[in-house]
T-cell receptor
Framework: KAGVTQTPRYLIKTRGQQVTLSCSPISGHRSVSWYQQTPGQGLQFLFEYFSETQRNKGNFPGRFSGRQFSNSRSEMNVSTLELGDSALYLC?????????????FGPGTRLTVL | EDQVTQSPEALRLQEGESSSLNCSYTVSGLRGLFWYRQDPGKGPEFLFTLYSAGEEKEKERLKATLTKKESFLHITAPKPEDSATYLCAVAGGTSYGKLTFGQGTILTVHP
């Protein structure tokens, strides 16, 4: 089975711009979660989508948003970029079946904001 | 709020020198405790899920155990290729889709 894929792998933007990141989950997985990873804060949960609906949200400002399509692929958008948004953005998919909460991560998108 | 604390922050071992990593957690209604390995510049790689106190899982030189307050990742006779950051995470309560991670332990194994 192919793993989780994320595009693009690297991105450089300037302050004030917006960015869209894409994630394709493992085939058959309907849940997609997004995380931000920085050296200071570690891995922090952004939000989770299941069957095209946002089911859970972390403590991030409204500039961070996402969506999920009918094929379970997901996108994450960050508007009005700030320097502090520079991070590795990770997507994870899960089968989300009863008793199985483990998540499988993609390689991440490295976002640099100048 | 769920919390995860990992210790030590960094661990240096000689090849063949066994040791353990610790993960202490507080969570309301544990649904699962997860161990991941992360290499520089890559996403976390899933290792184990533990669901209840007393449970143990093994994979090659790694063995994970779980109590009601903490988990241990035992590394037996490590090799240089075991060098990585090891992350512990919990899923709790009704917060589906969310894992709460610790800061990780950076393991370096010298030949």
């Amino acid at each position: 089975k192919a793993g989780v894929t994320q595009t693009p792998r690297y991105l450089i933007k300037t302050r004030g711009q917006q960015v869209t990141l894409s994630c394709s989950p493992i085939s058959g997985h309907r849940s997609v979660s997004w995380y931000q990873q920085t050296p200071g804060q570690g891995l922090q949960f952004l939000f989770e989508y299941f069957s095209e609906t946002q089911r859970n949200k972390g403590n991030f400002p409204g500039r961070f948003s996402g969506r999920q399509f009918s094929n379970s692929r997901s996108e994450m958008n960050v508007s009005t970029l700030e320097l502090g948004d520079s991070a590795l953005y990770l997507c994870a998919s899960s089968p989300r079946t009863s008793g199985r909460d483990e998540q499988f991560f993609g390689p991440g998108t490295r976002l640099t904001v100048l | 709020e769920d919390q995860v604390t990992q210790s030590p922050e960094a661990l240096r071992l000689q090849e063949g020198e066994s040791s353990s990593l610790n993960c202490s957690y507080t969570v309301s209604g544990l649904r699962g405790l997860f161990w991941y390995r992360q290499d520089p510049g890559k996403g976390p790689e899933f290792l184990f899920t533990l669901y209840s106190a007393g449970e143990e899982k093994e994979k090659e030189r790694l063995k994970a155990t779980l109590t009601k307050k903490e988990s241990f990742l035992h590394i037996t006779a490590p090799k240089p290729e075991d060098s990585a950051t090891y992350l512990c995470a919990v899923a709790g309560g009704t917060s589906y889709g969310k894992l709460t991670f610790g800061q990780g332990t950076i393991l370096t194994v010298h030949p």
